[in-house]
């Protein structure tokens, strides 16, 4: 099992910024990726961003976070970081943070992210 705590989350005003943390304990070798999902109120969850512990350090993101969003890890804390800048009101949501352990999925509890404008 991997447990997943998540700190960060909180209202912003559009424009601002925030960073997410995500501490990853227990069973945590052989992680193939670490990243953050986000849900938005009527909405089903997406992709935000990926780093992929087995290629590298390789990143992913999604479209509509490019160039805002850097997602980055620090393997001797376990932990995976969500750098958010020139936040909008689209990026409320709240925001999970996701480990891939071989075929498994982990997830933590989820914090909210509130932009307003």
């Known amino acids: 099992q991997v447990q997943l705590v998540e700190s960060g989350g909180g209202l912003v005003q559009a424009g601002g910024s925030l960073r997410l943390s995500c501490a990853a304990s227990?069973?945590?070798?052989?992680?193939?990726?670490m990243g953050w999902y986000r849900r938005a109120p009527g909405k089903q969850r997406e992709l935000v961003a990926t780093?992929?512990?087995?290629?590298?350090?390789?990143?992913n993101y999604a479209d509509s976070v490019k160039g805002r969003f850097t997602i980055s890890r620090d393997n001797a804390k376990n932990t995976v970081y969500l750098q958010m800048n020139s936040l909008k009101p689209e990026d409320t949501a709240v925001y999970y943070c996701?480990?891939?352990?071989?075929?498994?999925?982990?997830w933590g509890q989820g914090t909210q992210v509130t932009v307003s404008s």
């Open positions: 996701n480990v891939l352990r071989g075929y498994v999925n982990y």
């Open positions: 227990g069973s945590i070798s052989s992680i193939n990726a």
């Open positions: 780093i992929y512990i087995t290629r590298g350090g390789s990143t």
